[in-house]
């Protein structure tokens, strides 16, 4: 079965105020670390005078990697409420930033722990979402004539057609979820006497949004 994850569709922020204290929390699609690193450099330097600028991503379906940062606050109370939040939700390709900025009261380990845990949550409440799934990416080739069997075959696998070419062959580029992958192949093989060519190029991500 395949793994699905939910990422955030676009950046969305929010703020809320405990005690004093600012709270200003950025939810953040991003690809890479590299990527992370570039929104949150931005965000450091647009927030220059904050306290803190505590944070954790998800990155990599295939491999899940992950990182919390509490960047001054006591071990465990910013960056892991942070990453727990999109761990329990499930979110990949997401990281979020929670910027702080001091009011002079100190809240505690579980008062610091209930405010950026928070502070993550209604920032992805407020993101519209996406459904994200590994699969591969095939390449089929057929004769015109069987286009409209060809399309019933992509459907009944919940297949995606990525790109099409259309020379003396029709082409597809076909995303396809893993656990669909032996369904989908073993319907093409059947055909093949039909002049049916099909390659697989390699692992992909399938993204479908959220309504």
Same mark, same amino acid.
């Given at each position: 079965?395949?793994?699905?994850?939910?990422?955030?569709?676009?950046?969305? *922020?929010?703020?809320?105020?405990?005690?004093?204290?600012?709270?200003? *929390?950025?939810?953040?699609?991003?690809?890479?670390?590299?990527?992370?690193?570039?929104?949150?450099?931005?965000?450091?330097?647009?927030?220059?005078?904050?306290?803190?600028?505590?944070?954790?991503?998800?990155?990599?379906?295939?491999?899940?990697?992950?990182?919390?940062?509490? $960047?001054?606050?006591?071990?465990?109370?910013?960056?892991?409420?942070?990453?727990?939040?999109?761990?329990?939700?499930?979110?990949?390709?997401?990281?979020?930033?929670?910027?702080?900025?001091?009011?002079?009261?100190?809240?505690?380990?579980?008062?610091?722990?209930? @405010?950026?845990? *928070?502070? @993550?949550?209604?920032?992805?409440?407020?993101?519209?979402?996406?459904?994200?799934?590994?699969?591969?990416?095939?390449?089929?080739?057929?004769?015109?004539?069987?286009?409209?069997?060809?399309?019933?075959?992509?459907?009944?696998? $919940? @297949?995606?057609?990525?790109?099409?070419?259309?020379?003396?062959?029709?082409?597809?580029?076909?995303?396809?979820?893993?656990?669909?992958?032996?369904?989908?192949?073993?319907?093409? $093989?059947?055909?093949?006497?039909?002049?049916?060519?099909?390659?697989?190029?390699?692992?992909?991500?399938?993204?479908?949004?959220?309504?």
């Amino acid at each position: 079965m395949s793994q699905t994850y939910r990422l955030v569709q676009n950046h969305v *922020s929010f703020e809320q105020k405990i005690q004093g204290s600012r709270f200003l *929390s950025f939810a953040i699609r991003c690809d890479s670390r590299e990527a992370f690193d570039h929104e949150i450099s931005a965000l450091k330097k647009e927030h220059f005078t904050a306290t803190h600028h505590c944070y954790a991503w998800r990155i990599n379906p295939f491999k899940t990697e992950e990182f919390s940062q509490d $960047d001054g606050e006591p071990s465990g109370t910013a960056g892991m409420p942070i990453l727990n939040e999109l761990r329990s939700r499930n979110f990949c390709n997401t990281g979020i930033v929670v910027i702080r900025y001091y009011g002079g009261t100190k809240l505690g380990k579980s008062g610091l722990i209930h @405010a950026y845990g *928070s502070s @993550a949550k209604m920032a992805l409440d407020q993101a519209d979402l996406s459904e994200l799934q590994a699969g591969f990416l095939h390449k089929l080739s057929f004769p015109y004539e069987h286009k409209r069997l060809i399309d019933d075959i992509v459907k009944d696998s $919940d @297949a995606t057609i990525a790109d099409q070419v259309f020379t003396q062959h029709i082409t597809y580029k076909i995303k396809i979820a893993t656990n669909m992958v032996d369904r989908f192949t073993e319907s093409v $093989d059947k055909l093949s006497y039909l002049g049916l060519t099909l390659h697989k190029l390699g692992p992909t991500l399938i993204e479908s949004p959220i309504s």
